[in-house]
Each structure stands twice: as structure tokens, then as C-alpha cells.
């Protein structure tokens, strides 16, 4: 089977991006076809500074690599240095109805936040179908929130497959169904957009300061709590297994649990789960120029597999003579 997905390099890198995208893609190398990258065109649609695009996309790679995922056992490399892709994106837009790319959720909201709604922010969407269709890839694990990128990836290729015959595989979007939505110190998903998150890479005190801000309610000690209704038992259920999870729901459930003593199990828990991804990421940060070739041969094996489905689409379209 042929995964794929990708990560914007516009920020740091939080829990809600692991748990969501990151684990899933790099249990898949043991398993599948893996196709990995970090996509720093969909990045311009928000960071206008060539510097911060250009440290973000190394930095990007650098915590890939560091959480585990093996450049032998997947193809990993920047979207940027497979430039078909900016070809097929224009074929694509040639059967996307502008309609449908005004009423995706991702692109409202970024206007309602005030975001300018230029042309990249609007055909973003078209760019990631060209990501995914280029490879022919089967699968795309992500978190809930790119679900109607997918439907909209869907509906594109399906649409060209109608008119030019048979082309492009129809990709299926695969949301973890424990970890739909990684929540956020507030609540609300957990998002850089937000400023609520988790760092990965961050340091003791960061975390610590981090985890002191989630927000809890003001039950007193010795009453009982609901811990579905609570957000740090989301967070730290992450870091559970069953057991442990039904364990803690009872102690809330009991009466007498004090938040800052679960707080202080969460931020002992993270520091211990991420302790020797931290420590790779150290050796790594040392040589940029090997992330560098790494991505250079991965990019050079994605523009191997990306060239054939754009010669098929460029005869289907006549733009082969
Ligand atoms: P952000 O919302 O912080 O800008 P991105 O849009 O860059 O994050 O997301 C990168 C990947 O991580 C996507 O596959 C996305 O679905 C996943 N992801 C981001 N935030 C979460 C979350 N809170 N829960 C689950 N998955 C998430
Ligand atoms: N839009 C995705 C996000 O913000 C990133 C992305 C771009 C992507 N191209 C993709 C994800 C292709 C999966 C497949 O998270």
C-alpha cells in the first residue's frame, strides 16, 4: 500500500502534530510505501519571511528524523525540490470549482482571522490534491481537521478521471479514531494558531510552564470529577495505557485527586516519552549537511515516482504534441 502525508514547516512542531500525522506516518515504514515530506510551498499561504520558511523547513526535517522516521524505509524530502508538483497543480485547477475552494473550513477560518485571502491561501487546497494525486498514493493519515482537504482531493480526481478516463487513484483520508483531535491548554485543538500547545522539542522549563497553564475547572479537591469532561485528562490519557487510563478516570471519579499532582505526572510522562527523540535530535542538529543530502536523495526518488503520473496527465490534458 502507498501512504502519504505531509507537514507545513511554519512552526514548531507540537503533541497534536505527533500523535495526529507523525506517529501514525512513521509506524507505516515498517509496513507500507511511505512517502514523507515536509511541504514548505503550502507554508508560503502563511510565513512571508524567506529566512524563518527556509530554517522552519531543516527544522522541520531535522524533528521528523529524530522521532524515528528511517530515510531507508521511506522516501522523505521537501516539496519544494519536486517542482512537478506546481505543474499538476495547475492542471488540477482547471476542474476545481472556485465555489468549493470558498467553502472549505480551512480557508474561512484563516479569513476570519484576518489571514489576507490571496490566491495561494484559496488554491492551497489544490496544491495538497496535486500532492497526493502526483504519487498515486492510497492513503493519507492525518488528523481531523484535514479531512475535507481530503474529500476535496476526492472530488478532483474523480472529476479528472471522469473526463480524461482513468488516471488517478482515489486516496482515502485515515483518521486515528482514539486520537481524532489532540486538545489544546485551553480546550480548543490543540494548534500553533492558537497558542495552546505542546511543544515536543521544548525545554524542561517551557514544559513545565506549558503544562501549568492547561486549563482546569474549579471542582474542590475532595469532590468528584468527570474526566471526560476534563481537558487535562485528555492530554495525559495520550501518555496512558488502558489500564493506567480506567486507573486515573476512578481516582477522579472518587474524590481527593488534586490537578497539580496529575500535572506533575503529565509533564514526567512527556519528558520520559520524548526523552531520547531529544537526544537524537541533539546529534542531528550537529549536521545540517547530512539532512541536507538526505533530503536532497529523497527528493531525487519522489521525482522518479511523481514523473511518470505527470507525463500520463500531461498526454490525457494535450500538453504532450
Ligand atoms: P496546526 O493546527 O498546529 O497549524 P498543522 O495544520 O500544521 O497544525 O497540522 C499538521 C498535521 O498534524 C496535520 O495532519 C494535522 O491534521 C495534524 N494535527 C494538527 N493539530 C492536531 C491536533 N490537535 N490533533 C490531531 N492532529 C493534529
Ligand atoms: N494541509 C496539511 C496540513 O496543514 C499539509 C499537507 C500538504 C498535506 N500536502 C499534504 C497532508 C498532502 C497530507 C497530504 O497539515
Known sequence: MRVLSGIQPSGNLHIGNYFGMMKPMIAYQETAELYCFIVNYHAMTSVADGERLSKGTLEAATDFLALGLDPAKAIFWVQGDVPEVTELTWVLTNVTPVGLLLRTHSYKDKVAQGIAPNHGLLSYPVLMAADILLYQSERVPVGKDQQQHLEITRDIAIKFNGLYGETFVIPEAEINPDVPTVLGLDGRKMSKSYDNTIEIFCTEESLRRKIAGIVTDSTPVAAPKDPE????????????????????????????LKYSDVKKDLFARIWEYFRGAREKRRTLEEN???????????????????????????????LAY
Request: net charge positive.
Open 229 to 256: 469532561k476534563c481537558n487535562l485528562f485528555a492530554i495525559i490519557s495520550l501518555f496512558l495505557d488502558r489500564e493506567e487510563k480506567a486507573e486515573l478516570a476512578d481516582r477522579y471519579r472518587r474524590g481527593g
Open 288 to 318: 545540517p549537511g547530512l539532512i541536507r543530502e538526505i533530503l536532497k536523495e529523497g527528493a531525487g526518488k519522489a521525482r522518479d515516482k511523481a514523473r511518470p503520473t505527470l507525463d500520463l496527465v500531461r498526454r490525457k490534458v494535450g
